[in-house]
């Protein structure tokens, strides 16, 4: 993707969109900048999304884009410039009932503005549904901002419910502090339990009689990261989910819990915000230890269960109240844990294995029912 640049120079940038199966509906996932980015890392991430909906019964299949780039090193018309190169060169594969982008790791709902618009004038007519995590004035949904850590919060809940354990004065530890990792030291607070340790890319900081989420929020706003926040203690953040506690949760980038950190992880459950955190091999340490895991495609599908209701609200032209929404929200999580659950007690294996289950035997279902064509 040749991209003009501010200085007047050409710079070529690669990125791509997956699909990876849409017998259940359109393709959805979301399109992440960074300069780690592969073509391996996006297809395993499409066939995530693929198990995800299935998982929360929801009618897309699974895909995901990506960009080799530091966003943080282009300008505001250069990353939409880049943007918008992106949607052109894949504008055929995308569409209300082909393929939604959605905002993921360094793209918001500013860049989805900018991949609709680009849709919108190759087509010559509004097409509002192509994109979610839009901003509200241009057909955004109510409740999609903090979707992902909602669901994430009702799968704690679930979670400690089914193992009998109290959530008032319980500890967790949270690695990242953006999107989905700064509203769960709110809402895990709210609902009595102490966050006693937060992580981001430059530090980490611990507190073992809880965080003050406004302080942090308020110290994060000031300094840019968690790191030299004076209601806590600087630790190495190698060693945040050694802490000893009764929740981890990794909300930050893939691969973080490998087998060395698995074998001295310090809590009882992990639900995994992040997308594809745990391992491989560090999974099958967590499961001899008898930790709980709440896998990525059930813990973290508050996200995309939200986008649906927002390329609903789209395709029908009505915008739903915010109570509804979450109404609706809470639901669906609830669905989708309970039939989870029910899977790994009826096969005896672990959450994550019952929920890829689950997907599988949905999307099949749905590829047996289409057919073959011709």
């Not at 499961?287 to 209701?309: C, H, K, M, W």
Request: aromatic letters at 6%; proline letters at 6%; a negative charge.
């Amino acid at each position: 993707m040749p991209v003009r640049l501010g200085d007047g120079h050409v710079q070529v940038f690669t990125g791509w969109r997956v699909h990876h199966d849409t017998s259940r509906g359109p393709g959805k996932g979301g399109i992440r900048f960074h300069p780690a980015v592969d073509v391996h890392e996006v297809m395993a991430l499409a066939a995530d999304m693929t198990i995800k909906c299935a998982v929360v019964d929801i009618p897309f299949g699974g895909a995901k884009g990506g960009v080799v780039v530091d966003p943080a090193t282009l300008s505001t018309p250069e990353l939409e410039r880049l943007t918008r190169r992106w949607a052109f060169a894949v504008g055929q594969m995308l569409g209300p009932d082909r393929d939604i982008p959605a905002p993921d790791v360094n793209t918001d709902s500013r860049v989805m503005a900018w991949v609709m618009d680009t849709v919108s004038m190759l087509r010559g007519e509004a097409t509002p549904g192509v994109v979610t995590g839009k901003p509200l004035a241009i057909g955004g949904s109510h409740g999609h901002v903090g979707a992902t850590a909602t669901g994430v919060t009702l799968c704690t809940k679930a979670t400690f419910a089914e193992l009998g354990m109290g959530l008032p004065g319980a500890r967790a530890v949270i690695q990242g502090h953006g999107k989905v990792g700064a509203p769960l030291v709110f809402l895990l607070t709210s609902l009595g339990m102490r966050v006693v340790a937060v992580a981001d890319v430059a530090g980490a900081v611990h507190n073992p009689a809880g965080l003050d989420p406004a302080a942090l929020a308020d110290h994060v706003a000031e300094t840019g990261t968690v790191a030299g926040f004076p209601q806590a203690d600087p630790i190495d953040p190698e060693d945040l989910f050694t802490i000893e506690c009764e929740l981890a949760i990794p909300a930050a980038l893939a691969g973080v819990i490998t087998v060395e950190l698995a074998e001295r992880l310090g809590a009882k459950i992990v639900v995994e915000a992040a997308n594809g955190p745990t391992r491989p091999e560090a999974d099958a340490v967590l499961e001899q230890r008898g930790i709980v895991v709440v896998p990525d495609v059930l813990a973290n599908a508050g996200g995309v269960t939200a986008s649906y209701f927002e390329w609903a609200q789209s395709r029908q032209g009505y915008a739903w109240e915010s109570e509804l929404v979450a109404q609706r929200l809470r639901q669906t999580m609830d669905r989708a844990f309970r039939s989870t659950w029910e899977q790994a007690l009826t096969l005896k294996v672990p959450l994550r294995r019952a929920a890829v289950a689950l997907g599988v035997e949905r999307v099949a279902e749905a590829t047996r029912l289409r057919g073959l064509f011709p």
